[in-house]
C-alpha cells in the first residue's frame, strides 16, 4: 500500500520567513496530493492541493509543488505569520471513481516565532 | 451550506464495551470517510462510505464496521474495545464528483480505559 513519509517532524521560523515542508510518496499511481492544517483541538483543514497532470500550484502565500518522477511533493508558506502555527499534514491518494482514501503522513508542527 | 458535523465530542469507554460515534455529512455531499487519529500521528482509513455501501476499507479488523444512512449521514460502531483505539476519530465527507477535496468534522476524542 502506500506509504508517505514527510519531513522536518518540526519546524521553527521567525515571523516573516519562509517554511518549507517535505513529502515523499510510495506508490507511482497516486494522483492527488492535499495538504491539511490542524491547529491545536481543531479538524484538520484543507489549505491546498495538486492533482498529478499539474507540477506547482500557488494560492496567496501558500504553494505546492509536485515532481512526479522523484515522489515527492512540498509546501512552501512565504511570509510567514504567527497565525500559520499549526500541524501541517501532506497525504496521497491513487482514487478512482469515488474511491479516494487519503494516506497522511506523521505531521509537520510549525511555530511561527513574533 | 452546513459543515461536517460529530458526535459525541468526547467520551470514555472501558475495554470491552462497544461504541457507536456518529457524523452528519456536509450539505450536498454523499461520500463519508472515517479515520482514526492516534495522539501525536496523521489521520489513518479506517473506511468510505459511498450510496450506503462500504467503498474501501484500511488496515482495520472487522470489529470495526460502519453505516451510512439515505440522508448520507454515517454510523462508526467499533466493538471490545481495546486500551488503543483510544483516539481522535474524524469523519469527512467528499461531493461524489470531486471526491478527492475531503472536509473534515471536528472528531470525537474517545477515550478506553
Known amino acids: 500500500g502506500e506509504n508517505v513519509e514527510q519531513h522536518p517532524s518540526t519546524l521553527s521560523v521567525q515571523e516573516g520567513d519562509s517554511a518549507v515542508i517535505k513529502c515523499t510518496y510510495s506508490d507511482s499511481a497516486s494522483n492527488y496530493f492535499p495538504w491539511y492544517k490542524q491547529e491545536l483541538g481543531k479538524r484538520p483543514q484543507l489549505i491546498i492541493d495538486?492533482?498529478?497532470?499539474?507540477g506547482e500550484k500557488k494560492d496567496q502565500r501558500i504553494a505546492v509543488t509536485l515532481n512526479k518522477t522523484a515522489k515527492h511533493f512540498s509546501l512552501h508558506i512565504t511570509e510567514t505569520q504567527p497565525e500559520d502555527s499549526a500541524v501541517y499534514f501532506c497525504?496521497?491518494?491513487?482514487?478512482?471513481?469515488?474511491?479516494?482514501?487519503?494516506?497522511f503522513g506523521k505531521g509537520t508542527l510549525l511555530t511561527v516565532n513574533p | 451550506e452546513t459543515g461536517v458535523t460529530q458526535s459525541p465530542t468526547h467520551l470514555i469507554k472501558t475495554r470491552g464495551q462497544q461504541v457507536t460515534l456518529r457524523c452528519s455529512s456536509q450539505?450536498?455531499?454523499?461520500?463519508v470517510s472515517w479515520y482514526q487519529q492516534a495522539l501525536g500521528q496523521g489521520p489513518q482509513f479506517i473506511f468510505q462510505y459511498y450510496r450506503e455501501e462500504e467503498n474501501g476499507r484500511g488496515n482495520f479488523p472487522p470489529r470495526f464496521s460502519g453505516l451510512q444512512f439515505p440522508n448520507y449521514s454515517s454510523e462508526l460502531n467499533v466493538n471490545a474495545l481495546e486500551l488503543d483505539d483510544s483516539a481522535l476519530y474524524l469523519c469527512?465527507?467528499?461531493?461524489?464528483?470531486?471526491?478527492?477535496?475531503?472536509?473534515f468534522g471536528p472528531g470525537t476524542r474517545l477515550t478506553v480505559t
Open positions: 450539505s450536498g455531499h454523499n461520500t
Open positions: 469527512a465527507s467528499s461531493l461524489e464528483r470531486q471526491a478527492y477535496e475531503q472536509y
Open positions: 495538486i492533482r498529478s497532470n499539474v
Open positions: 497525504a496521497a491518494s491513487r482514487g478512482e471513481g469515488s474511491n479516494y482514501k487519503l494516506t
